[in-house]
């Protein structure tokens, strides 16, 4: 029997939190079962009349992913959401992602095919699409015409071959925004089909849109 398939599964564990508050997950997260994890920069897109009128658009985030197997992950998710309150407004988004597996730690797959038909479709799903730098807000209002409530944005770079131009003969890598947004699995279709259009995602060169099942969530609101 292949040794990866007796590894239990792997999930991620992805935090979304007011700046500040990343560095006190990542403390929980570790006496939780966590071995470590990663926290970087993004911001959040807000939608409310008031802040708009003041010209508060965007809030500062700190994003935080922690890998574990799955029973450990489950259970620090449950114990993080009790002790930062995701469920209450404004507190952060919590969720989970499957992992088919990991090379750098130790190794873990995803749940079996053959045990998926048994388990319930997930109601939300992660649609993060990278695309070049100054398009973010395009992916937000395009998402928000189709039913999405908002996003966080990521700042990045790109290294594609055909991205790359030149500047005194060096090599300049174009710089990234990486926008992720979870959405009701009812209005994925919708959702990325207005940010295809309105981006020409379709095109060469015009970014990318990854689809993933979120498995658990907290502090997500359809309203």
Not at 32 to 51: A, C, D, K, P, Q
Not at 140 to 155: H, L
Request: aromatic share 6%; with cysteine; glycine share 10%.
């Amino acid at each position: 029997m292949n040794e990866l398939s007796q590894l239990p599964a792997f999930e991620l564990i992805h935090v979304i939190v007011n700046i500040g508050t990343g560095s006190k997950v990542l403390h929980t997260a570790k006496k939780l079962g966590i071995s470590g994890g990663t926290v970087f920069y993004g911001r959040g897109t807000v939608n409310n009349s008031l802040l708009k009128f003041l010209s508060l658009y965007d809030v500062r985030k700190e994003i935080i992913l922690l890998g574990s197997d799955t029973a450990t992950a489950d259970d620090a998710l449950m114990k993080l959401n009790n002790m930062f309150q995701f469920e209450k407004p404004h507190h952060g988004i919590a969720f989970t992602t499957s992992v088919c597996n990991i090379t750098g730690s130790r190794c873990c797959r995803c749940r079996d095919e053959e045990n998926e038909g048994s388990e319930s479709i997930p109601m939300y799903q992660l649609i993060t699409t990278i695309i070049n730098k100054g398009e973010a807000e395009d992916v937000i209002e395009a998402a928000n015409a189709a039913g999405s409530k908002g996003g966080t944005i990521i700042n990045a770079r790109g290294s594609g071959a055909h991205e790359t131009s030149r500047l005194f003969n060096m090599e300049i890598e174009p710089e990234k925004e990486i926008v992720m947004i979870i959405v009701n699995r009812d209005v994925t279709e919708a959702v990325v089909s207005s940010i295809r259009e309105k981006l020409g995602i379709d095109k060469p060169g015009h970014g990318i849109i990854l689809i993933q099942d979120v498995n658990h969530a907290y502090g997500i609101y359809d309203s």
